[in-house]
């Protein structure tokens, strides 16, 4: 079976912009989570989402918002990055909401300069 | 709040001798505790994880971890280490709280295995 999968690998943006990461939870699995990973730092929470509503939402600003869609993706979108949004975001799927272990995506690397 | 603290940064070790990374968690809830391998440029790895039961987990590649609910800790062992296991090291915690059912990670510890 696939694991999950999260596109782009690597993505280069300048501050202002605006970006869309995506990931495909594994197969069965009906929740999806984000966290950011800022280098050197352990990966912190942004999203829940499980049945496509949002189902927690870690301490970060407005700027980031997501969505799952009835196949279970997902996608997250920061918008006006600043240079502090350079990190690797992971996605992780589970197949309850309540049961968390976690599985994780290779992650998307972005770079904001 | 729940948090968790990964009492070391950097753990040097030698090939073939044992190993252990600590970690501290806080939490009012019930916890499930974790702990993830990640290697260089990749995503994050179930090493083992503790839900309930046992205190003893052993999970992959010959690492095990002890729950301590009394010193609130969940160390990670492994009684003789390879250069393969050289990667960073994640504890987390997972309960109900305001966040849903985010897991909390510690800051990671480097192990790095030499011959």
């Known amino acids: 079976d696939a694991g999950v999968t999260q596109s782009p690998t690597h993505l280069i943006k300048t501050r202002g912009q605006q970006v869309t990461l995506r990931c495909s939870p594994i197969?069965?699995?009906?929740?999806v989570s984000w966290y950011q990973q800022v280098l050197g730092q352990g990966p912190q929470f942004i999203f829940q989402y499980y049945e496509k509503e949002e189902r927690g939402r870690g301490n970060f600003p407005d700027r980031f918002s997501a969505r799952q869609f009835p196949n279970y993706s997902s996608e997250l979108n920061v918008n006006a990055l600043l240079l502090g949004d350079s990190a690797l975001y992971l996605c992780?799927?589970?197949?309850?909401?309540?049961?968390?272990?976690?599985?994780f995506g290779p992650g998307t690397r972005l770079t904001v300069l | 709040a729940q948090s968790v603290t990964q009492l070391d940064s950097q753990v040097p070790v030698f090939e073939e001798a044992p190993v252990e990374l600590r970690c501290n968690y806080s939490s009012s809830v019930s916890v499930y505790l974790f702990w993830y391998v990640q290697y260089p440029n990749q995503g994050l790895q179930l090493l083992l994880k503790?839900?309930?039961?046992?205190?003893l987990v052993k999970g992959i590649n010959g690492f095990e971890a002890e729950f301590n609910k009394s010193q609130t800790s969940f160390h990670l062992r492994k009684p003789s280490v390879h250069i393969s296991d050289t990667a960073e090291y994640f504890c987390?915690?997972?309960?109900?709280?305001?966040?849903?059912?985010?897991?909390?990670f510690g800051k990671g510890t480097t192990l790095s295995v030499s011959s």
């Open positions: 503790y839900l309930s039961g046992s205190t």
């Open positions: 992780a799927s589970s197949l309850l909401r309540d049961y968390n272990e976690q599985f």
């Open positions: 197969s069965g699995h009906k929740s």
């Open positions: 987390a915690v997972s309960g109900y709280n305001q966040a849903g059912t985010a897991l909390i």
